[in-house]
Nanobody
Framework: QAQLVESGGRLVQTGGSLRLSCAAS????????MGWFRQAPGKEREFVAA????????YLAESVKGRFTISRDNAKNTVSLQMNSLKPEDTAVYLC??????????????????????WGQGTQVTVSS
């Protein structure tokens, strides 16, 4: 049974930084695209970032490019999201997800919620203005 557990969310001021981590177990980590999504109250879940393969392959949503970085440690089965220059609109529950995808991986494919079969419970990030 695959399990994803997020950590690192908390209250932070505008302009601050946070590092979220996700520990995966019960799956062959290197075979999975690992993604971060977020969901704010009353809004749909939205894609934030994805990482696959050795870790060199990444894709970030336009709204976070230049501020967020996704990375993975295949030896530790973890994926992290470094978030800098945080804004109040970044406030949301951040969820880690895993997708077993084959073939050519495009931005469109790795950003689709429906392609992810495993999800964590989420960690709350609140950015105060």
């Amino acid at each position: 049974q695959a399990q994803l557990v997020e950590s690192g969310g908390r209250l932070v001021q505008t302009g601050g930084s946070l590092r979220l981590s996700c520990a995966a177990s019960g799956l062959t980590f290197t075979s999975y695209v690992m993604g971060w999504f977020r969901q704010a109250p009353g809004k749909e879940r939205e894609f934030v970032a994805a990482n696959w393969g050795s870790g060199a392959n990444t894709y970030l949503a336009e709204s976070v490019k230049g501020r967020f970085t996704i990375s993975r440690d295949n030896a530790k089965n973890t994926v992290s999201l470094q978030m800098n220059s945080l804004k109040p609109e970044d406030t949301a529950v951040y969820l880690c997800a895993a997708a077993h995808l084959v073939g050519v991986l495009t931005a469109e494919v790795v950003s689709q919620t429906a392609n992810y079969g495993y999800w964590g419970q989420g960690t709350q990030v609140t950015v105060s203005s």
